[in-house]
């Protein structure tokens, strides 16, 4: 019994610290809206931040970086694969995806985003690390 209830233990801690994956698509409806779906996450350092690129492309996602701390910034731009400029991602196409892990000893908070191609669009989102 003692060895069951271990391994059940072992089981729930596992999992508490697994790897969560959150799908934030891309899309445009054809008349003009251009928006992140949903366009609000909310993320654990060590998450999965998965970015499809469904309709409207070409999409980016580009952290907001006026207000951010420099340790902060520097994690981000660290965590960005393929980035195309400081605090970006390259351009997508649809069908594409683009994967960004949340970086550990990222200080909690709202990190704000959008995409550069529709920014006067409003094309944005946000991710509030806890």
Known sequence: MAVVLAALLALGAGRAGAQEV?????????????????????????????FKAVSGAPHSVVFEGKD??????????????????????????????YRVVVPAGLSAGTYRFFCLPHRAYDMRGEVTVR
């Open 22 to 50: 959150h799908e934030v698509r891309m899309v445009a409806d054809g008349k003009g809206d251009f928006r992140f779906q949903p366009a609000a996450v909310s993320a654990r350092r060590g998450d999965v931040l998965l």
């Open 68 to 97: 951010l701390p420099a340790p902060a910034r520097e994690k981000l731009n660290a965590a960005l694969p393929r980035r195309a400029g400081n605090l970006s991602s390259p351009l997508l196409t649809d069908g594409t995806e």
